[in-house]
Structure formats: C-alpha cells, structure tokens
C-alpha cells in the first residue's frame, strides 16, 4: 500500500513565532472576516463593515465603511478602471480598487452572502438567503446578476443555499447546492435552471481555480465540475466524514473535515491523508517551499486556534504557529499568502521571507541537534575513563 495514502497523525518538526515569519501585520478595527489578495494588493474586511486596501509594502490606501460585517469580496482587475465588490449585511457594495470610492451598491433581500465578477467587470453576480429562526434554517435564497454599473440583469429565488458561486469565461453562473434538491444552479441573462445532480448528497463547499471547479459533499465525496459545466465527477471518495472545508489552485486539493482529517488530492487521485486532531476551519494552498506546494491549514479547539503549513508532496508539517486568535479568513494567491484573525490582525506572508526563515530554523534545529549530540558523546567517554 502507498504509504502517502495512510492516514496518520505527525508532529510538527518547529513550532514557530508567527512574526519572525510575516511580511507585514496590519490591524482591523475588529475581527478580520474576509481578505482578498490583488496582483499587488492586500484588501481585508471585518465584522464592523470597515473595508481596507494596502500596497505590497504596507502602505495604506483607502478605508471604506460598509453597512455591516464584510462577508465576501471579489475583484474585476481588467475592468476600466479595475474594482472591487463586497457583500456586506444586506447590501452589496462595488469600490473603485484604487481609491476605495463607492461606484455603486445595491439592497439585497435577507444577508448577503457569496460575490463573484467577470475579470472585465461587465457581469457582477451576488447571492442573499433569509434565515428563519423558529426553523433553524435558510428558507430562500436569491441569486442576484448585475451589470458593471450596479443595473440588475436579472435574480432568481429558489429554496436551497448555494455554498459555492462561480462565473465562467461565458458568463454562465454555477451553484453549488444543499438540501432540498441539492445539485446545481445555472443562471445566465436569460435563464435559470436546476441540475438534478447528486441529488441526495448536498454541497458544502467548493473551490475555483483557473477555469477548473471542485466540490465538497456531506458524504464525504469530493467532486469536480465537467467542462461543459453541466455535470460532476466523482474524484474522491476515501472518506465518508463532510467535507467542511477545501482549497484548489488548479492542480492540487486540500479538503478537509470537522474531526481535523485533511486530505491531499491530485490528478484525481488521493495522495496523502493526516489528522490534524482538532476541527478544521480556513484553509488556501499556497506558493512553494522545500520544492513541493504548501497546504495552510487552521484549526479550532474552541479556545485558540493552531496554524499548520503542510508540504503537498506527503502531507508532512513545515511549520505550525500556535496558540492564535480564532483564524477567521485564509488565502493564498502567487507568492503570497494572508491570514485574518479573530482580533483584527492581517498577517501576509511574502514566499521569499518565509522560505528564508524556514530555512535558518532548520539549519539552527540540526545545529542544536548536532551539538546535542556530540555533548552526549563527550559525556559517555567521560564515564568510560571514570570505570
């Protein structure tokens, strides 16, 4: 049996101080619910609504204020000028990525939840889903399609929650659904219709990357969208614990669970499997290290949460940053890396200068590793001449 597909549980070779490691640590004025990463920018937002925008060097550069808690943000980077779109309480709100100015907003019926734009701007889609308490449960959910200047193409209302939006280079939305009907959502400007697919295993989470769809399923399953995006494929299925969590870059998958099993997925194959002991929360593959990709992982004990960073190749840990504020968002793009955490703190982490630092730890670690060991060496040829 390969022995990266075992499951087992590691030990990290360093626990590390998170600030040796970081490229600059900005702060929110409360707890840091999204973060967004640009071709050179760092956008974060937070339960208070408050909106920022950093150069690559830490510089700040607007400061906008939403209605409510910043959910999710999205970014148009081939739009005239490029923006910025977040959903944020019951609204969502299209900034000028430059200036932070307002373009437009938009009400939205119950919160707002997923955001998603075409890279050219012309196409913004949001979705919003009313809760009802004495249920304990979303009853209805809209999916909203605007243009670049906030003008609505059209919405759509239909009973589940979708847990994963997508646009492609066709403008053709996908939804990745749970209960009643599970399955898919398609919406284009002129239409809007369910795929009865996976019908009796709703989608919990899912992941996009360069043209390419992942989901996650409550059975466990991890599955891929076709590229006709009308079907799924089953890609893994070595689990039968709810896949609460994933990331995808395009090639490689992490997925994760709530009893802390994360695993490591590519070319359709599963590649390595471990146990992080505690519930997982955000997660992002990220730039390489030692060679092999990196797979950020955090958890959650209910007190603190640890933060994991585990090679591609074998699931083995890198490095883990201990006892943290709850990690509240998570995200890797290129050579960088964010975290936002439940006290306001944005950490982002540059490959350069984590690599170096991982480096130097290790290199200190073989040192005290080889000083230990020529002291017990010494120590036992002391004895020997005493006898």
């Known amino acids: 049996m390969n022995a990266k597909a075992n499951s ?4 990290p070779p360093i626990v590390a101080v998170i600030d040796d490691y970081v490229w600059y640590v900005r702060d929110m004025p ?4 999204c973060v967004l990463l640009g071709k050179t920018r760092l956008y974060a937002g937070d339960w208070d609504g408050n909106l920022r925008a950093w150069d690559g060097e830490g510089e700040l550069l607007w400061h906008h204020q939403a209605e409510d808690r910043v959910e999710r943000m999205c970014g148009a980077s081939m739009a ?3 923006f910025i779109c977040a959903t944020a309480g019951s609204q969502i709100i299209c900034l000028d990525a430059k200036t932070g100015q307002e373009n437009w907003n938009q009400p939205l019926i119950g919160s ?3 955001v998603v734009c075409s890279d050219d701007g012309t196409r913004v889609l949001a979705t919003s889903s009313v809760y009802e308490i004495e249920l304990n449960d979303f009853i209805d959910t809209t999916c909203w399609r605007f243009d670049g200047e906030g003008n609505i193409v059209r919405q759509d209302s239909f009973e589940e929650r979708p847990w994963h939006l997508l646009l492609d280079d066709k403008l053709i939305a996908t939804m ?3 209960r009643p009907r599970c399955g898919l959502m398609r919406q284009d400007d002129d239409s809007c219709e369910h795929l009865n697919l996976a019908e009796e295993d709703p989608i919990l989470c899912g992941s996009t990357s360069n043209g390419n769809t992942v989901f996650g399923h409550v059975s466990g399953l991890v599955s891929t969208l076709t590229k006709k995006g ?3 494929r089953k890609l893994d299925k070595s689990s039968d614990n709810s896949v609460d969590c994933m990331s995808y870059d395009g090639e490689f998958i992490i997925a994760g669970d709530n009893n802390g099993s994360l695993r490591g997925i590519q070319k359709n194959k599963k590649q390595w499997e471990t146990n ?4 997982l929360g955000e997660c992002a593959v990220g730039f390489e290290l030692n060679g092999n990709k990196s797979c950020w992982v955090s958890t959650w004990d209910g007190l603190k949460s640890n933060l994991f960073i585990l090679s591609s190749d074998d699931g083995s840990e890198l490095l883990k940053f201990n006892d943290l504020p709850r990690v509240r968002s998570l995200s890797g793009r290129g050579d960088r890396v964010v975290i936002g955490l439940e006290d306001g703190r944005v950490f982002l982490f540059t490959k350069e200068l984590f690599q170096r630092r991982l480096s130097s730890n290790h290199q200190d670690t073989e040192s005290a590793a080889d000083s230990n060991s020529n002291r017990s060496l010494l120590q036992e040829k002391l004895r020997a001449l005493r006898n």
């Open 8 to 11: 087992q549980l590691r030990l």
């Open 30 to 33: 409360a707890a840091a619910s």
């Open 80 to 82: 005239k000028p490029p």
């Open 112 to 114: 707002s939840d997923l």
């Open 176 to 178: 990745g659904l749970g």
């Open 230 to 232: 009308d079907k799924i």
């Open 276 to 279: 992080l002991m505690y519930p």
